[in-house]
Structure formats: structure tokens, C-alpha cells
């Protein structure tokens, strides 16, 4: 175990559906991020959370909405998703210096495998 | 209609060989390199990292090899296990671009009993 939980680890929407994916850290870190993974392209960045601020989206389309009430805790809200959007969708943490690019180890949870129909 | 999966290299090992994953990286600010392995349902493990300023890291039975003239990185795995069937990642990170890793396609390691 990484210390990184998500659940759930499968969901399977239609696309007018509204869920949310739910990332826990317990690694104490003040960095949090979520990854696609799908079948056609290598890791994509989708979001990262710096101090719960949120300082990267990576060109995500608006019906992908992520939420970081505390250091510990990421949200993805899921709305109105296109088949193509099924893929399996990684939470990781690091530790992060204040104030300046850090290269500390982003540790991954086990994904949830999301399945739009 | 079946949809077209990402070609991952696949590297086939025989178990208590030694194996090398490859890793060619483009951005020469790079200054901290990671690879990482996942298994079939699992989300990518932490296996070692090495900084610009190194060229070679050791860890428990895994080496990573770093040419920055070249831009390649590389990853030994001594007397290769069962349990080291994988998908290899490499990822780095930009530098001035803060705590974002960019990530290879990966490498598929299939170690034959």
C-alpha cells in the first residue's frame, strides 16, 4: 500500500450521470494530483493541487471538475462524460517545497477504472 | 468497435536474467528522473529516481543509469523475478516546470519461468 486510497475502484455511468471520484492521502504531503490513464495514450496530467490551490490544469475539458477541501482530500466531480473519457483515473501525492519547483516522489493510489456507457 | 490500444514495447526476460529498460527523454532542463512500475490493476509503484546531478543510482537489486549527453535513462533489474512482471514507466521532470512529471509510454516486461 502507498498510502493513497481511492474509491471507488470501478463506476460504470451513463453520460447524463453525475459521480464523484474520491482521493485520500495519509502520507501527510501538501501536494495532491489526478492522471488519466486510457488505452491509447501514455499518463496525461489532468490537475494538481499545491497547498490546496489549485496551480496546473492541464487543458481538462470543464465536465471534469476536481475539488480540494484539505491537504489530505481530492475530489473529481464526473458530469455529462463522453464514452471517450473511460480510462482509468490515478489520485498521487507528494511533499512540495513552498515557493519553488521541487522534484520530490509522487506516490499513486490504486486508480478507479471508469467505464462510460 | 474494439478500440486501438497504446503499442507498448515489450521486453521478454528469461527469470534470473538481468534486464534493461530503455528511456529516451527529450527536454534538457530535465533534472530529476523516476521510474515507476505498475502491475496489471494496480496504480504505478516508486522504484528509484536519480537527479541531474548523478549518473548513476543503485538500489535494491534495480540500477538507473542516466546520460545526459544523450538524454537517456536507463533501468537494470538484477536477477529478474516473476514479480517483476510489468509495465515500466520512466517520468521526469522539467525543472522550472514545478512538480509536474511527464511520463513515457512504458515498457512491458513479460519474465518467462
Known amino acids: 500500500e502507498t498510502g493513497v486510497t481511492q474509491t471507488p475502484r470501478h463506476l460504470v455511468m451513463g453520460m447524463t450521470n453525475k459521480k464523484s471520484l474520491k482521493c485520500e492521502q495519509h502520507?501527510?504531503?501538501?501536494?495532491m494530483y489526478w492522471y488519466k490513464q486510457s488505452a491509447k495514450k501514455p499518463l496525461e496530467l489532468m490537475f494538481v493541487?499545491?497547498?490546496?490551490?489549485?496551480?496546473e490544469n492541464n487543458s481538462v475539458p470543464s465536465r471534469f471538475s476536481p475539488e480540494c477541501p484539505n491537504s489530505s482530500h481530492l475530489f473529481l466531480h464526473l458530469h455529462t462524460l463522453q464514452p471517450e473519457d473511460s480510462a482509468l483515473y490515478l489520485c498521487?501525492?507528494?511533499?512540495?517545497?513552498?515557493?519553488?519547483?521541487?522534484?520530490?516522489?509522487?506516490?499513486f493510489g490504486p486508480g478507479t477504472r471508469l467505464t462510460v456507457l | 468497435g474494439e478500440s486501438v490500444g497504446l503499442h507498448l514495447p515489450t521486453l521478454s526476460v528469461q527469470e534470473g536474467d538481468n534486464s534493461i529498460i530503455n528511456c529516451a527523454y527529450s527536454?534538457?532542463?530535465?533534472?530529476?528522473f523516476i521510474w515507476y512500475k505498475q502491475e496489471s490493476g494496480k496504480g504505478p509503484q516508486f522504484i528509484i529516481d536519480?537527479?541531474?546531478?548523478?549518473d548513476k543510482r543503485q538500489g535494491q537489486r534495480v540500477t538507473v543509469l542516466l546520460n545526459k549527453t544523450v538524454k537517456h535513462l536507463s533501468l537494470q533489474i538484477a536477477a529478474t523475478q516473476p514479480g517483476d512482471s510489468a509495465v515500466y514507466f520512466c517520468?521526469?521532470?522539467?525543472?522550472?516546470?514545478?512538480?509536474?512529471?511527464?511520463f513515457g509510454g512504458g515498457t512491458r516486461v513479460l519474465v518467462k519461468p
Open positions: 498521487a501525492s507528494s511533499q512540495e517545497l513552498a515557493g519553488g519547483p521541487s522534484t520530490d516522489t509522487q506516490y
Open positions: 517520468a521526469e521532470n522539467r525543472g522550472a516546470a514545478g512538480n509536474k512529471l511527464t
Open positions: 493541487y499545491n497547498f490546496k490551490e489549485q496551480t
Open positions: 536519480i537527479r541531474s546531478n548523478m
Open positions: 502520507l501527510g504531503h501538501n501536494a
Open positions: 527536454n534538457s532542463a530535465s533534472d530529476y
